[in-house]
């Protein structure tokens, strides 16, 4: 009986630790430089590249697909998803005429970048989920912004981060604080911690959902969080589920804000989006990491938003040298909801900046 009760005890303690480890945030900030080195990999971009390319060569195998809009000071844009380019360079983006060049990129993974991971990795679920995590997480997504920084030769950087890419931006900036002057979060992911509280995206979408439309969103998350299960799937399968989200979250969207404008997305990245929910982890807390930066930083805030003004203040009160601006009659897409009112808010903040 002492026997078949210690056995007991100890499969449940190897249950536990393996759900913590299951659960825990695969990135470690800080860690970037070392990570990379690991895996035999720099940040040396081949050189001879045009700042204007239709496409950045990062490294050997993972061409950017790039589109630049406008002229002047540059400003790089990490979009959001995670895993769901823009269509297009954003309306609001446009409008700032000859003082910006906005850079668009599809992250690795996604739209029409190269795709690293196209079929199951091999090896158990722990491996997989090593290998999706290092080929795509939030390590390469940084690694992908400095070669970025490196191939436009500039000392540093203006980053303008869109939801899920405003975390990017802000880790970015905090993993080398020197090479940001200037950092814009617009409708940034309160993910600075997690779990995210009433910043929670998929508490906040199924409240304003249907019951059909609640069923069909607990099915689609059992899906997603079943790692073991997606870590079979090939790059087809994932980037067809994870699209799948966008039409529950249009529905709760314009029940919010009838009138609300959603930006049309490339297309979505699969093993990306994957490879950036094992980065997060359940459980994690980067708040202390985030004092790191130093960049005079613009947080805006849409008024009509999912996301309620109590999460995005938590990511202001996480960053030195933020200060929040929040748009009248705008979601979390005010450079297509409100591009004008988006454009002056942006264009007068780096005018601040510059002087």
């Known amino acids: ?78 979009h959001g998803g995670p895993g769901l380019p823009p269509a297009k360079p954003w309306r609001g983006a446009v409008l700032t005429g000859d003082s910006l060049r906005w850079h668009f990129y599809d992250q690795r993974g996604c739209g029409a970048s190269s795709r690293p991971l196209t079929h199951p990795p091999p090896g158990g679920t722990w491996q997989a989920m090593q290998q999706v995590e290092a080929r795509l997480g939030l390590a390469a997504q940084l690694a992908d912004l400095e070669r970025i920084r490196r191939l436009l030769g500039k000392e540093r950087l203006t980053l303008v981060g869109h939801s899920f890419g405003a975390l990017v931006a802000a880790l970015y900036a905090a993993e080398w604080p020197e090479r940001v002057d200037a950092l814009v979060l617009v409708a940034p992911a309160p993910l600075v911690t997690m779990p995210a509280g009433d910043g929670d995206l998929f508490a906040q979408v199924r409240t304003r959902l249907d019951e059909a439309g609640q069923r069909e969103l607990a099915v689609w998350m059992k899906h997603t969080f079943d790692f073991p299960a997606r870590l079979k799937d090939d790059e087809g399968r994932l980037a067809q589920h994870f699209a799948a989200f966008a039409p529950l979250y249009v529905q709760a969207a314009r029940r919010e804000s009838p009138d609300a404008v959603l930006p049309d997305a490339g297309a979505a990245g699969g093993f990306l989006s994957l490879g950036l929910y094992l980065s997060l982890g359940r459980h994690h807390d980067w708040s202390h990491w985030l004092r790191r930066v130093r960049a005079p930083t613009l947080v805006i805030h849409g008024a009509q938003d999912l996301q309620p003004r109590s999460a995005t203040v938590r990511v202001v009160e996480a960053l030195p040298h933020a200060r929040l601006v929040e748009l009248a009659g705008s979601g979390h897409f005010p450079f297509e909801e409100q591009p004008e009112a988006f454009a002056a808010t942006v264009s007068a903040f780096l005018s601040e900046v510059e002087r």
């Open 1 to 78: 009986m002492a026997v078949v009760l210690g056995t007991l005890i100890l499969l449940i303690g190897a249950a536990a630790g393996a759900w913590w480890w299951m659960g825990r945030a695969l990135f470690q900030p800080g860690t970037v430089e070392q990570v990379l080195a690991a895996r035999g990999e720099t940040l040396d971009v081949p050189p001879g590249q045009r700042a204007d390319a239709p496409s950045w060569q990062v490294t050997r195998d993972v061409r950017l697909h790039h589109v630049t809009v406008g002229n002047g000071r540059d400003v790089v844009v990490v």
